[in-house]
């Protein structure tokens, strides 16, 4: 360690290095020099050595408590934070480690003070570190389930990370506004409203917003209650400490502040928006829940066990996925879907009843010993709390007989979630018994979808409105705003479970107008718009740049009403089509969102226009056969499709001499679907006889021979 007499001191006194710490430079060279050459255990002891002789010294006390820290030991690396801090209250380097130290001890909660005060005194003089710090409590709100301030942390972390992170932080925050499970309205941006206040009050609200910029969002959030008690009228306030409690963690808090707001506004829009945030967190929170449940059995013989399940089909047996290359966790060795009745004998078909269907209850995972022989053979069953549940785990347990091993005992460790009562009785998940088509389950779907939200959600009391089924609130004018707001919170449960509510269709259920569509102009500043907003859009008023700028964030926040809007918009603008760099994505996504709308015929339409587009490209053979054989996967879910016949024929016809691979491949669809009497067999037997080395592609032999391969649906 070289230091300029005249630098600053690193122990942060403010002094030059000879006017303070000059003495102990060379031992601290020392100290460096073993810590870099991984002497950890001698660095420790110089340093111990230094601190007996330096007892305050915030140079070393500093080092050993970073050294301590990489060590895992927070407890020791306060204890020595504590004396610096002591002298020094607002010492930048301090602050930021014992911030960091009581995070590894008991994480935000118990940090939260300490990290208040790193980030006021530390987002100047250490950034970086500050930004390090924030994704650390990000991972961990995540983790909690604290969207909004998961969110808030890593967009602050945007703010000050070193460059070669910043790539890093912004991915994460793609993927996070991504994720459609995260519930659509509290992804995204959420900007602090306007309050309006002047004199005294003016300046505490400015002082809340300057805490808020730095990340200090609990010590605002208390200016801001302060300033809503003595203004309970002004809803700009009650929506800012909302918005302040849930980046800070605190949801529940959150949401009685975000209830007052939506009563508070005058403006419909800012109050359906802020009942329906409110409603959401609220969820997370409320205590009327139904919480995953988890049991240990411990066995004698596995393969015995197995045979017991054998001949039940209440027992769907699944393929196990494929080993994780390097993964040292034990691989189950069978796992089970567990229904509520058997699917031996079922045959759906549209018409079908959907009380017929079987439901999943739970999932059976069984575990041989490990070959080290430290962890015995064992099984274990999860699901949420239920009747079928506890019925289904006696009958395991009567399965197991005497190769159970004493009691099974309930892991209330391994309990991996929990959800609100109400969102609970309107979650369901099937098993279509094996051979079932595809066209008939998604029929069934819709019907299913249909019941919930019609009937299943239309009777279920809910929180927000007081413990009022939807049903019961219709046409009550002071419920009107939590009434819309509850459409929302159903419209965000079936985007997160890929299903497109009719919203329109919903709202006038409960006899409720949904927001208008937000005209857009060149001034209307649509980057800081929130999720709920953004949807909201008029996207025929955008401008060409605005309308592909709306399609990235679109395809980004994938709410499907919205989206499909979007790209329909889209892709009838010629200047937008010239400008998007995949056409062939664009495609693909209105095919996907047609089938999750259940209009196959609107998905065979945009194949067709998808074709048009493909054969006027220059890789047109290739794309065109991409196309063809998306709508032949897309018509295999029906194998009564009249159309089927006619699709192989046509397509051996045009690909069977020149790409002889689509014609293995084509027997292996038929025979997976049942339908091999469709495709000619004399021609698979002619290209299987005479295959290349990779798919031919026109005006180039070289290429094939070289081994390229054309993509395939399925691949």
């Known amino acids: 360690m070289t230091l300029d007499p005249y630098s600053p001191c690193p122990c942060g006194s403010g002094k030059k290095v000879k006017f303070c710490c000059a003495a102990i430079v060379a031992e601290m060279d020392a100290v460096q020099r073993l810590h870099q050459s991984g002497q950890d255990e001698a660095c420790l002891k110089k340093l111990g050595e230094l601190a007996a002789k330096h007892p305050r010294n915030a140079w070393v006390l500093n080092y050993r408590a970073s050294l301590h820290l990489t060590r895992e030991l927070p407890e020791e690396a306060q204890a020595d934070l504590r004396i610096v801090l002591e002298d020094h209250a607002d010492h930048p380097m301090s602050l930021l480690l014992y911030a960091n130290a009581s995070m590894a001890l008991g994480g935000i909660d118990v940090a939260r003070p300490a990290v208040h005060r790193c980030f006021q005194k530390c987002v100047r003089e250490l950034p970086e570190f500050v930004g390090d710090l924030a994704i650390n409590i990000a991972n961990e709100m995540l983790i909690r389930q604290q969207f909004m301030a998961a969110r808030q942390y890593l967009a602050f972390a945007m703010r000050f990370v070193s460059d070669e992170n910043r790539e890093t932080v912004f991915r994460r925050l793609h993927e996070f506004d991504s994720n459609v499970e995260i519930p659509y309205p509290l992804r995204s941006v959420h900007l602090l409203a306007e309050e309006q206040l002047e004199g005294p009050a003016a300046k505490d609200a400015d002082k809340a917003r300057r805490l808020a910029e730095i990340g200090c969002w609990g010590p605002a959030a208390k200016v801001y209650a302060q300033l809503s008690a003595a203004h309970p009228e002004n809803a700009a306030l009650h929506q800012n400490l909302g918005l302040c409690r849930a980046w800070d963690g605190d949801q529940a808090t959150a949401a009685v502040a975000l209830h007052a707001a939506a009563k508070a506004h005058t403006d419909r829009a800012s109050a359906v928006e802020c009942e329906t945030v409110a409603q959401l967190l609220d969820r997370f929170e409320i205590e009327d829940r139904v919480y995953v449940e988890g049991w240990m059995f411990d066995l004698d013989?596995?393969?015995?066990?197995?045979?017991?399940?054998?001949?039940?089909?209440?027992?769907?047996?699944?393929?196990?996925?494929?080993?994780?290359?390097?993964?040292?966790?034990?691989?189950?060795?069978?796992f089970f879907q567990v229904l509520d009745r058997p699917a031996a004998g079922i045959q759906l078909t549209p018409e079908s009843r959907l009380e017929d269907v079987p439901l999943i209850i739970g999932h059976l995972s069984i575990y041989d010993r490990d070959r080290d022989g430290d962890e015995p053979a064992h099984a274990f069953f999860t699901g949420f709390q239920r009747p079928e549940f506890d019925a289904a785990r006696e009958s395991i347990v009567s399965r197991f007989g005497a190769e159970l091993q004493g009691e099974p005992r309930r892991e209330d460790d391994l309990v991996e979630d929990s959800v609100a009562a109400e969102e609970q009785a309107l979650f369901w998940r099937w098993h279509c018994p094996q051979g079932t088509p595809q066209v008939v389950r998604r029929q069934l779907e819709q019907r299913m979808w249909e019941r919930t939200a019609r009937e299943v959600w239309m009777r279920t009391p809910l929180h927000a409105l007081g413990g009022q089924p939807?049903?019961?609130?219709?046409?009550?004018?002071?419920?009107?705003?939590?009434?819309?707001?509850?459409?929302?919170?159903?419209?965000?449960?079936?985007?997160?479970?890929?299903?497109?509510?009719?919203?329109?269709?919903?709202?006038?259920?409960?006899?409720?107008?949904?927001?208008?569509?937000?005209?857009?102009?060149?001034?209307?500043?649509?980057?800081?718009?929130?999720?709920?907003?953004?949807?909201?859009?008029?996207?025929?008023?955008?401008?060409?740049?605005?309308?592909?700028?709306?399609?990235?964030?679109?395809?980004?926040?994938?709410?499907?009403t919205f989206l499909y809007q979007t790209l329909e918009e889209l892709l009838s603008r010629p200047e937008c089509r010239k400008r998007v760099s995949d056409l062939q994505d664009v495609y693909l996504t209105m095919v996907e969102l047609s089938t999750e709308l259940y209009r196959r015929d609107l998905a065979f339409e945009w194949i067709e226009r998808a074709r048009e587009w493909a054969g006027q490209q220059p890789q047109s053979f290739e794309l065109k056969l991409q196309w063809d054989m998306r709508e032949l996967m897309l018509r295999l879910d029906d194998p009564t499709d009249e159309r089927l016949p006619g699709m192989f024929r046509d397509m051996t016809a045009r690909y069977g001499k020149k790409v002889p691979e689509v014609m293995q491949y084509l027997a292996v669809l038929s025979e997976a679907y049942g339908v091999s009497s469709m495709l000619d067999q004399a021609a698979i037997a002619t290209a299987g006889g005479n295959l290349p080395g990779g798919l031919w592609t026109p005006g180039d032999e070289a290429v094939a021979e070289q081994g390229k391969k054309l993509w395939l649906p399925g691949q």
Do not use: W
């Not at 017991?308 to 994780?324: C, H, I, M, T, Y």
């Not at 509510?501 to 718009?529: K, M, N, R, W, Y």
């Open 470 to 560: 939807p049903q019961e609130a219709v046409g009550n004018a002071e419920q009107a705003v939590p009434l819309l707001a509850a459409v929302y919170v159903l419209d965000a449960f079936c985007d997160s479970n890929r299903h497109v509510l009719d919203f329109a269709a919903q709202c006038a259920l409960v006899g409720i107008e949904p927001l208008p569509p937000i005209h857009v102009t060149s001034e209307t500043p649509i980057a800081h718009f929130s999720a709920m907003q953004f949807c909201l859009i008029d996207v025929q008023s955008l401008a060409d740049e605005q309308l592909i700028y709306v399609s990235n964030r679109a395809i980004m926040l994938r709410h499907g």
């Open 301 to 334: 013989s596995v393969a015995r066990v197995l045979g017991a399940f054998e001949g039940d089909s209440r027992f769907v047996k699944l393929p196990l996925p494929p080993k994780q290359q390097g993964s040292t966790e034990q691989e189950p060795a069978a």
